[in-house]
């Protein structure tokens, strides 16, 4: 997401979708390449301010970021919101200090409700979120997938978290493995992608009528760009993506398009297809 200055992205540095390795969250300013670790921050305790999410919430002990998102709150302040699969599954909040170099606080989290999977999140500017969950976290995951391409098993939904309500699901997020999610400028419209249903569903969230939805295959995250919503899809066969799981290093190059969409009408129009380097 781009970071409050306009001079630097705060990038997140996935671990794994079980936490299997260490990530980090990162800045990378693009006019150098310079690239500046803000959590955890090395050899230094992170910076800490309890206050925000569930006060039950300890600061986490591993750290596996995925989904992320930042949003200025109704109190002015900027918010980062970062989905955790490490050592728990959980949503991390972090208060953004605006500067030339950008600096995080984490100021407190919320863990998942039992056998929440998550992927990711929008920030609501009253300091709640929507955050995907996949399918059940103890499910077995061969046997989950193949019933979602197959038979049409919907396991995924979206989650509303509010400070005084906790979590509840939202009517109409049922999806075949929910991913990427946005949110409408004045939260009424949820867009949620899901993956293995190759769709973008946009949802009434008051509700909970789907309005409309966008054909996208194997739709992964979704990004505003001047009022238009822009959707990673994956074009890999099933081949490819495995091979690019036992990479060690290296990117793997399977083929995306960038597939931007009009969010009234759900239109779309390919705006970049690639394969190879530098980057799938």
Not at 3 to 9: F, L, R, V
Not at 55 to 60: D, G, I, L, N, S
Not at 109 to 138: Q, T
Request: proline share 8%; with cysteine; hydrophobic share 40%.
């Amino acid at each position: 997401v781009p970071a409050p200055n306009g001079e630097e992205i705060l990038v997140s540095q996935f671990g794994g979708m079980a936490g299997e390795a260490d990530g980090s969250l990162v800045a990378l300013r693009p006019a150098d390449g310079r690239i500046r670790t803000l959590f955890p921050a090395p050899g230094t305790a992170p910076a800490q301010q309890a206050g925000w999410g569930d006060p039950a919430c300890p600061p986490p002990e591993a750290f596996s970021p995925h989904g992320i998102d930042l949003e200025r709150l109704d109190d002015g302040r900027h918010a980062l919101y970062v989905v955790n699969h490490g050592g728990r599954e959980s949503v991390e909040m972090f208060e953004v200090t605006p500067g030339t170099d950008v600096s995080l606080t984490w100021r407190g989290c919320v863990e998942a409700p039992e056998d929440g999977y998550f992927n990711d999140l929008v920030v609501l500017r009253d300091g709640g979120f929507w955050v995907s969950h996949m399918y059940p976290r103890d499910a077995n995951l061969l046997w989950t997938v193949l019933r979602m391409q197959l038979t049409g098993h919907a396991p995924g939904l979206v989650y509303r978290w509010q400070p005084a309500g906790g979590f509840e699901p939202i009517a109409g997020t049922a999806a075949r493995f929910a991913n990427g999610v946005e949110k409408s400028a004045d939260e009424r419209f949820l867009y949620l992608n899901s993956y293995l249903g190759s769709r973008v569903l946009k949802i009434d969230v008051a509700s909970g009528e789907v309005v409309a939805s966008a054909e996208v295959s194997s739709p992964d995250n979704l990004a505003w760009d001047d009022g238009t919503l822009l959707a990673a899809s994956h074009l890999a066969s099933l081949a490819d993506s495995m091979s690019c799981q036992a990479l060690e290093s290296g990117s793997c190059g399977f083929r995306f398009q960038i597939v931007a969409i009009d969010p009234e009408d759900m239109s779309t129009r390919v705006i970049l297809d690639h394969a190879g380097p530098p980057m799938g």
